[in-house]
């Protein structure tokens, strides 16, 4: 890879641009969320189906993932994610143009597709920002993405509130984040493939580093999306509470996750990845197990925020971790990205699937399970923790960190 230097100002600016396109990732999940149930009437489909239809998205994410690290060599890492991030956000608009099942399926496919090349770029750019600082900057380049996610949810809530058509809703949405994304760009790392370098495979198998570390992500990333999918209706449901305070529940969750990764970074860089991993694993189980033990809904919204003050910063952490994770970080990047996406996908109908046998208490036993995976095998995270002494390999470029086949 040609090798770029950038100086302290360059890299804060490119810092805050990567983080603007995680702002805007997550601004088109929560403007999508926000409208399901009015897609699901479009479609004029039942809820079987709809589950039917959400599985769409993580089967476009998985196919197409591995393609980001061809898309970066070939065109470079600023404007590979400028496209992919357009991409995502115009994809936005489609879902809510279907008329049916299968051309819901079809459009949720791109979504998901489209989408998880976005989310491969950014974090490799992000990763590669975090090196060069020396520095960790991920659990607030996250906390953007959930802030974004806000934006979006609170756009879409009042859109549904004023009975605006979705279609009409998610065109504007898109146009916007569009142009914000495409600014955005403009300030990110540049880092161009040398002219004798071959052009990676377009798939390969992720190093066993990346499935440990992905193991990890998978489930904090599982209990994230059982909580923002299921939280309300676990109040509702076996709480009795009203539509509104379950609905606060859910907000409550986001807000707190939002906020402990924007500060996340200090404890990282004080106390170090493994050991904030466990102390948070340890507060994401006991958080989990009051949700399950809740007599009353007070108790189980403060469940809910102390699991996700505790699952706020493995991802991010994950994702550093794979990026300086030998001897093929760029590989692990993508094999990560790939596992802890499919598993924000896959979480809610394996939610739903348990509590339809079962309950929804039994649900969240298994939450709480994986909640305390974290605090076990926080310690493959230990490759790129500074305060174990974990391994910071030389800088890479962001095309290199996006592929997911390229041997160094």
């Known amino acids: 890879m040609s090798e770029m230097t950038y100086g302290t100002r360059e890299l804060r600016r490119a810092r805050y641009a990567v983080a603007a396109v995680f702002c805007v990732h997550g601004a088109v999940t929560g403007s999508f969320a926000t409208r399901v149930p009015w897609i699901q009437e479009h479609a004029g489909i039942g809820a079987g189906q709809l589950g039917l239809a959400l599985a769409f998205p993580a089967i476009g994410a998985s196919v197409a993932m591995p393609l980001a690290g061809s898309i970066s060599h070939r065109f470079g890492a600023r404007t590979a994610l400028r496209g992919l991030l357009a991409l995502w956000t115009l994809a936005l608009t489609l879902p809510s143009l279907a008329p049916n099942l299968l051309t819901l399926c079809a459009a949720l496919f791109v979504y998901g597709a489209s989408a998880g090349m976005a989310d491969v770029a950014m974090n490799a750019l992000g990763v590669e920002v975090e090196n060069r600082l020396d520095k960790s900057i991920m659990s607030g380049l996250h906390g953007m993405w959930s802030a974004g996610a806000l934006i979006g949810s609170a756009g879409g809530t009042l859109a549904a509130h004023l ?106 860089d004080r106390y170090g990845a493994v050991r904030t991993v466990r102390v948070s694993g340890v507060g994401a189980a006991l958080g989990a197990l009051l949700v399950v033990v809740a007599p009353n809904p007070v108790v189980a919204m403060a469940g809910f925020g102390l699991l996700g003050l505790g699952i706020a910063v493995v991802v991010p952490l994950a994702f550093a971790a794979a990026g300086r994770s030998g001897p093929n970080p760029s590989l692990a990047i993508a094999g990560v990205a790939t596992i802890t996406y499919t598993s924000g996908l896959v979480a809610p109908s394996a939610i739903g699937t348990i509590a339809q046998a079962t309950s929804l208490v039994v649900s969240f036993g298994l939450v709480t399970v994986l909640a305390c995976g974290l605090a076990v095998f926080a310690g493959v995270l230990r490759a790129g923790d500074r305060k174990a002494g974990g391994r910071v390999p030389e800088q890479l470029s962001p095309a290199a960190a996006a592929d997911p086949a390229r041997k160094p």
């Open 163 to 268: 009975g605006a058509d979705a279609r009409l809703h998610h065109l504007l949405a898109s146009a916007v984040l569009t142009v914000v994304g495409f600014t955005a760009c403009r300030w990110v790392l540049d880092l161009r493939p040398a002219e004798d370098e071959e052009p990676p495979p377009r798939f390969a198998l992720p190093p066993r580093s990346a499935l440990l570390i992905g193991a990890v992500g998978f489930c904090a990333v599982f209990a994230e999306g059982a909580s923002l999918d299921w939280s309300a209706v676990y109040l509702k449901d076996v709480l009795d509470t009203s539509a509104g305070l379950a609905a606060a529940c859910t907000t409550g969750f986001t807000l707190t996750m939002a906020i402990a990764r924007i500060a996340g970074d200090k404890v990282v």
